[in-house]
């Protein structure tokens, strides 16, 4: 294969503060270096390097089209702007990129990706956003004979999930940034012990700061001890927790979200790993493109479409979720189920499911009132 050449480069800012070296070759691909695709992602260059001959990795492989090959491409830089000129490195094209955010956008959706990954993804959301905001601007505002600043689009167009917390008036009670339980109690509307039974859930991720009595006295508190939080990990909890003000702020981060596209919690991951073991030897699929949507789950061989839902399903929009559905049955069956019935219960829909139909297994009236869903009631 002919190696392409860099004719033109430049600084790109999608993201205020992340500036990536981006290039034009001869052939009119716009590409990114190495070191710019892990800076925009927010990865460590040395963890993309190593995805080039390790694609995908585990947690990201339900995720990515089979086809795609994880790859860079070597090119010479003869841009004589760059700081790179005359040398040879490692690009990635845009395609490249979009299916590298894709994927670990659907990944961090579906809660699937380690510790060490879950920024990665939250930034993936981001951008993604971001991103189609920026085209529908530019594509309106030119179209109307308006000139555009794509990289100032982008940057106004990128959600910070901090800033927006306290957009939505979120407030902290003790000095420099740092958030009591009862501040976020107060701002998600829930009872303190809801938050302390989320914190013991997610202790390794959520690392709470000791206050010292000084700064306890210094907001007018008389506790002996107390925790407090850092604004990221308040922003964890936010959009980890299904409250009322939890749902509009996964809709200001990840869009308008239905039932066929949203960010899964830890017992719909779990549902997925017991539905691997039911569905084995059949092609099940997670996370899978119908249409403009994608349902959580679908067995190839039986056109059957699975959805988990839970709390939060109560605030979608109805009309949306219709239209969905009538998209759906036209070709597969459809059976959606409470996240918290029994596996017997779940089979019983699917052999009574077939295409045209919808079977629902469960009652919005009594959604929040079940007793907690645990994996090992499956007998699997």
């Given amino acids: 294969m002919k190696e392409r050449k860099a004719v033109y480069y430049g600084q790109v800012e999608l993201i205020p503060g992340i500036i990536s070296d981006g290039y034009v070759l001869d052939d009119d691909t716009a590409v990114m270096s190495e070191r710019g695709t892990a800076e925009l992602l927010g990865m460590d260059q040395k963890t993309l390097k190593a995805m080039r001959g390790?694609?995908?990795p585990k947690t990201l492989k339900p995720f990515t089209d089979n086809s795609f090959t994880m790859r860079g491409n070597f090119i010479e830089v003869i841009a004589e702007s760059s700081p790179y000129y005359g040398r040879n490195i490692v690009v990635y094209t845009s395609a490249t990129i979009e299916t590298l955010i894709r994927t670990y956008a659907s990944a961090f959706m579906n809660d699937a990706l380690r510790k060490h990954q879950i920024h990665v993804g939250k930034r993936s959301v981001a951008l993604l956003i971001s991103l189609v905001r920026t085209v529908l601007d530019t594509a309106i505002k030119e179209a109307c004979g308006l000139s555009t600043n794509i990289q100032q689009t982008a940057q106004k167009n990128y959600i910070d999930a901090v800033k927006l917390i306290k957009d939505f008036?979120?407030?902290?009670?003790?000095?420099?940034?740092?958030?009591?339980?009862?501040?976020?109690?107060?701002?998600?509307?829930?009872?303190?012990?809801?938050?302390?039974?989320?914190?013991?859930?997610?202790?390794?991720?959520?690392?709470?700061?000791?206050?010292?009595?000084?700064?306890?006295?210094?907001?007018g508190g008389k506790a002996a001890r107390m925790n407090g939080y850092l604004l990221d990990d308040v922003t964890k909890i936010a959009l980890g927790m299904d409250s009322v003000i939890g749902i509009k702020l996964k809709k200001q981060v990840f869009g308008q979200i239905g039932s066929f596209a949203k960010p899964n919690t830890s017992v719909e991951v779990q549902w997925r790993e017991v539905l691997s073991k039911v569905f084995q030897g059949f092609d099940l699929y997670f996370n899978y493109q119908i249409g403009p949507y994608k349902v959580d789950f679908f067995v190839a061989?039986?056109?059957?479409?699975?959805?988990?839902?839970?709390?939060?399903?109560?605030?979608?929009?109805?009309?949306?979720?219709?239209?969905?559905?009538?998209?759906?049955?036209?070709?597969?069956?459809?059976?959606?189920?409470?996240?918290?019935?029994?596996?017997?219960?779940?089979?019983?829909?699917?052999?009574?499911?077939?295409?045209?139909?919808?079977?629902?297994?469960?009652?919005?009236?009594?959604?929040?009132?079940?007793?907690p869903f645990d994996i090992n009631y499956l007998n699997l």
């Fill in 54 to 56: 390790n694609w995908p």
């Fill in 169 to 219: 008036g979120f407030t902290c009670t003790a000095p420099n940034d740092i958030a009591t339980k009862k501040d976020i109690s107060q701002f998600l509307d829930i009872p303190e012990s809801t938050l302390n039974g989320f914190l013991r859930k997610h202790k390794n991720e959520i690392q709470p700061i000791k206050l010292d009595s000084a700064t306890i006295r210094s907001f």
């Fill in 301 to 371: 061989q039986l056109m059957l479409v699975l959805e988990c839902n839970g709390y939060c399903h109560r605030f979608y929009d109805e009309k949306e979720e219709k239209v969905r559905e009538k998209l759906v049955t036209q070709k597969y069956s459809l059976v959606r189920f409470h996240h918290k019935i029994n596996l017997e219960t779940l089979f019983n829909g699917i052999l009574q499911a077939k295409p045209g139909k919808m079977v629902k297994l469960y009652d919005l009236e009594k959604l929040g009132q079940e007793m």
